[in-house]
């Protein structure tokens, strides 16, 4: 009920935000620009549990999105590229990037021909723990194992606790519960690990689960070889960096730089932060970012572009094209503004 009341306010506040786009209202919100976030591309499996729709958008969707600001008169330009195009820009001209974290391989084999068709730029955020399979994806891990098992025993520090699974409701319910539980760990990776130890009591593979979803070093070499395309970094483990001590969290940014450096042959310019939300990401690790020499960083928090964002390039919003809302209509209400803008009101 609390899932389908908060869609149900989402999407008056889209459609809100469509008309009094449309008839000219609170038009200084739409800014110079916006960078767009998308995880997953590829074509909609329906299931009945799926605790992360809202991170998957179709091709088609996303050609929709391309051919709808190109009509709102767009211009695409790499992320790298953003703050020196902003800079010399004229007045009334548009600009947008398109972003996709974590390296899943639908990027290259659903949205690179989707981006190639259009001539837009994009920017892949690659995780080299992912990339590497040294680390699961714990979003996906639990997905799959809630799919698998009729009830899951386990302790969240008071005791352990029986959940029961049989239900759709059931499963979002425990899918939250987990997520709270790895959000709010000062260790993230002990909960993560104490996750994949019960994932694999019960034979799903946190590490075959990456495999199959991620760009490994090849794919990702011969994804450079597009020239609209770029890798940028997303840190070794994907952990929210503001819980982790200054070492751990300069190691865990420079060294995902590295490990790109050494795949693609050059160290990436643009930086996306884990999670990027305002309890992942502190004006610590802002700074580390400029000092480690990334020309742009950007977080998940929502927002369009100025000429003053790009004082601070390092803590950068993003729109999310999200997955349950997927109408061309909402395109247009996402790139003006106008939600963000009510949200703060």
């Known amino acids: 009920m609390r899932q389908r009341l908060k869609r149900a306010v989402i999407s008056g506040g889209l459609e809100f935000a469509h008309l009094a786009e449309r008839v000219g209202l609170m038009s200084s919100a739409r800014g110079m620009g916006a960078i767009f976030t998308l995880h997953h591309v590829r074509p909609k499996t329906p299931q009945s549990f799926d605790p992360n729709a809202h991170l998957e958008i179709t091709p088609e969707f996303l050609d929709t999105a391309i051919r709808r600001l190109t009509e709102e008169g767009y211009q695409f330009v790499a ?70 098992v009729p009830h899951l025993e386990f302790d969240f520090g008071s005791g352990p606790v029986t959940l029961p699974l049989a239900t759709p409701i059931q499963k979002q319910a425990a899918f939250d519960r987990f997520a709270r539980f790895i959000r709010s760990e000062t260790d993230e990776a002990s909960a993560i690990d104490r996750l994949d130890a019960v994932a694999k009591a019960h034979g799903v593979e946190p590490l075959m689960i990456t495999e199959r979803l991620v ?116 395109v247009g209400a996402l790139a003006s503004g106008i939600p963000f803008r009510l949200m703060r009101r």
């Open 79 to 148: 992320l790298a590229d953003m703050p020196a195009r902003l800079a010399i820009a004229r007045a009334g001209e548009r600009f947008a990037a398109f972003t996709l974290d974590d390296g899943y391989r639908n990027n290259a084999v659903h949205a690179q021909p989707v981006f190639t068709q259009h001539r837009v730029p994009f920017t892949v955020f690659v995780a080299p723990g992912f990339a590497g399979k040294t680390h699961g994806i714990w979003w996906e891990t639990l997905t799959d194992l809630l799919r698998a």
């Open 215 to 330: 760009m490994r070093e090849p794919e990702l070499k011969s994804l450079v070889l597009n020239p609209l395309a770029a890798i940028g970094a997303h840190t070794i483990s994907h952990r929210a960096l503001a819980r982790l001590s200054d070492e751990e969290a300069r190691a865990e940014i420079d060294l995902s730089a590295e490990r790109i450096a050494a795949i693609i042959g050059r160290r990436p310019e643009t930086l996306a932060y884990p999670y990027g939300d305002r309890p992942s990401v502190s004006a610590r690790e802002h700074r580390l970012a400029k000092e480690l020499g990334f020309r742009v960083a950007v977080t998940t928090e929502p927002g369009t572009l100025s000429a003053r964002s790009f004082d601070t390039p390092t803590s950068l919003p993003r729109i999310s094209l999200n997955g349950l809302y997927q109408k061309p209509k909402y």
